[in-house]
């Protein structure tokens, strides 16, 4: 079936900028999807980009995609201890159907 | 404020017990879900709803069941032939197309 992967941890120290890696295998893939959750928390959609584009910026954050490699990433810049969380990627698969990662655990260290 | 609200917040099941985690939303999304979230394994799809009267089994329905006999409704139960049960779960909306609103997930434990 199809599949998304992300490494499991990430450590940065605060004001660098992090970077997270995602790839997916769903070629047909319309949306792709960054979600932040918080620990005890529910997910909350952070951004997303639409297939036909490289590249989205929105303020700290900017998402890279390369269709051809199936590989999406999400940068923050000057990375802020409260950032400090779980990033997913989700992978649309059909029309209602979303498929998640494992989910890479930002650390920040002040 | 239009959103999605999962009750409770905490569940204790004892063995052999049969519970109900609620999921209600107001956004009007077509589409619901339920998932599973467990340490260091992301999410898993145990069931979604496309429309009223109507869902599918996700990755993981062995020992759930769900209905959707209203659009705003979507409540999971957790039956006893669901062997391990304790983890966190999380309910969904969504409308074609869009990305997911998710609930603030129900902590369910076996005691």
């Known amino acids: 079936g199809e599949d998304v992967e992300q490494s499991l941890f990430l450590s940065v120290r605060e004001g660098d900028s992090s970077v997270i890696n995602c790839t997916y295998t769903d070629s047909s893939s319309t949306y792709l999807y960054w979600y932040k959750q918080e620990p005890g928390a529910g997910l909350q959609l952070l951004t997303y980009i639409f297939s036909n584009m490289d590249m989205k910026q929105d303020q700290r954050l900017t998402v890279l995609l390369n269709k051809k490699d199936k590989h999406l990433s999400l940068r923050i810049a000057d990375t802020q201890t409260g950032d400090s969380a779980i990033y997913f990627c989700a992978a649309q698969s059909g029309t209602y159907k979303y498929i998640f990662g494992t989910g890479t655990r930002l650390k920040v260290l002040a | 404020d239009g959103g999605i609200t999962q009750s409770p917040k905490y569940l204790f099941r004892k063995e052999g017990q049969n519970v109900t985690l609620s999921c209600e939303q107001n956004?009007?999304?077509?589409?619901m879900y339920w998932y599973r979230q467990d340490p260091g394994q992301g999410l898993r799809l145990i069931y979604y709803s496309q429309i009223v009267n109507d869902f599918q089994k996700g990755d993981i329905a062995e020992g759930y069941s769900v209905s959707r006999e209203k659009k705003e409704s979507f409540p999971l139960t957790v039956t006893s032939a669901q062997k391990n049960p304790t983890a966190f779960y999380l309910c969904?909306?969504?409308?074609?197309?869009?990305?997911?609103?998710f609930g603030s997930g129900t902590r369910l434990t076996v005691v």
């Open positions: 969904a909306s969504s409308i074609a197309g869009d990305g997911y609103t």
């Open positions: 956004l009007n999304h077509d589409a």
